[in-house]
């Protein structure tokens, strides 16, 4: 992944660490975008946490199963190691429902923004997949703890005797009737579903959309830090019009590298910073759904946008490891994944970057492919190209001379 991401354009985004820190922290732990929606918000954060802090109790759980031994660490901690396991049992039941929740969004009360045509496939079976593989991890989990609490009181000497745990004492009810048979076998078949499941979701989490669990913190942390809206020029047409406009500037000779291409036509015109948005993407949607284009029926997407430069550096990843080196495929970002009616639905209003929770940025990615169009291909709407002509002629959009410009106010 690394090396793909490497394939895009150099840029620096090395200044301001300290900001750049406070971002990492503030969007990437903090969360701090997701909560303009509060309700989901709320959950999704309990899913990340305990996702990160429950996998703490997986140390104990490879530990016991290394040395033979049962909760390890119970006899050392004594009662704060129910404290410390309570809290797990909450976070576990808060990541229950949660991933119960998000799952019934998607696929019950169908959230339009879940339910688009671009998830069609594998992306909305991956999305499932996470779900329901965290929701049975959490069940082994739990049950697990349930079952270990009725053992206890059997007085079985295998089982170390603790303080109840908050969550599964009040369930150890239902195996009152069980034998002591049954659940050694459901508690022990629970820590090895866990512990299994585990390692099968850690090998297939970087194929998977919840990458994003990793790649959000360098995406925050390397962000842009321009006030947005900003638009970047490209050095190479400022130089021509310099040269133009005067050639007693322009060099004898350069030794800066020959310009290939203006604007973006595939992914590796674009920026790493680009690719690296690309991989963080974790199509949640919100951008399409704060998206106006997208709202009033045209084919944009900026989610779509994300997704598909994905795929394509994807492509060029397995096109490089298969010969070496890239092997021309004849195919580019630009018409083959994204086409240009998508590109010029787009207004520039900024809503989609706005919307992204780890400041990734579609709308760069579009401008960059519309001045491939415009520069590269002459491939422009009518209507643009009046404007670009009254622009170089009257030095704005508007077809006056400029000593014309304020008789509008005439009358």
């Not at 991401?5 to 503030?26: A, C, F, H, V, Y």
């Not at 031994?69 to 309570?86: D, E, K, N, T, V």
């Amino acid at each position: 992944m690394r090396r793909n991401i490497m394939l895009g354009r150099k840029e620096d985004l090395s200044d301001n660490p300290k900001q750049r820190w406070k971002n990492m922290l503030l969007l990437a732990i903090g969360q701090k975008k997701m909560f303009k929606k509060p309700i989901p918000a709320f959950l999704h954060l309990a899913v990340y946490a305990g996702f990160i802090i429950i996998n703490i109790e997986m140390m104990e759980i490879i530990l016991d199963g290394v040395f033979g031994m049962h909760r390890l660490f119970a006899p050392m901690l004594g009662g704060f190691y129910s404290f410390l396991i309570g809290c797990f049992e909450v976070l576990a039941a808060m990541v229950l429902i949660g991933c119960v929740i998000f799952f019934i969004r998607r696929n019950i009360l169908k959230v339009h923004r879940l339910n688009m045509k671009e998830l069609n496939g594998w992306p909305r079976e991956d999305a499932n997949l996470i779900l329901c593989t965290e929701i049975v991890l959490m069940s082994f989990f739990l049950i697990m703890n349930t079952a270990d609490l009725s053992l206890q009181t059997r007085g079985l000497e295998h089982y170390f005797k603790t303080e109840p745990f908050w969550v599964t004492q009040n369930f150890t009810w239902l195996f009152n009737d069980a034998s002591t048979g049954f659940l050694i076998g459901l508690e022990r078949s629970c820590w090895w579903l866990h512990i299994l499941g585990v390692f099968f979701f850690l090998n297939y989490l970087p194929y998977s959309k919840h990458f994003h669990v990793l790649m959000a913190f360098p995406n925050a942390y390397y962000s842009r830090l321009v006030a947005q809206g900003s638009v970047k020029n490209m050095p190479e047409i400022q130089k021509e019009v310099l040269y133009m406009m005067e050639p007693d500037k322009t060099p004898a000779t350069t030794t800066e590298p020959e310009h290939k291409r203006f604007g973006a036509k595939d992914v590796t015109d674009l920026s790493w910073k680009n690719l690296l948005d690309a991989y963080s993407c974790t199509e949640c949607g919100r951008c399409t759904d704060a998206c106006p284009a997208n709202q009033t029926g045209k084919k944009l997407s900026p989610r779509k946008i994300m997704m598909d430069t994905r795929d394509r550096l994807e492509e060029i990843g397995k096109n490089i490891d298969a010969n070496g080196t890239f092997k021309d495929d004849g195919k580019s970002l630009l018409n083959d994944y994204i086409t240009i009616e998508e590109l010029r639905a787009c207004t520039t209003c900024q809503a989609c970057v706005e919307a992204c929770p780890v400041t990734i940025e579609p709308l760069d990615i579009i401008m960059q492919l519309r001045r491939n169009l415009i520069m590269e291909d002459s491939n422009a709407p009518q209507e643009w190209n009046m404007m670009f002509g009254n622009i170089e002629n009257n030095m704005a959009p508007w077809k006056f001379s400029p000593d014309d410009r304020d008789a509008w106010v005439n009358g």
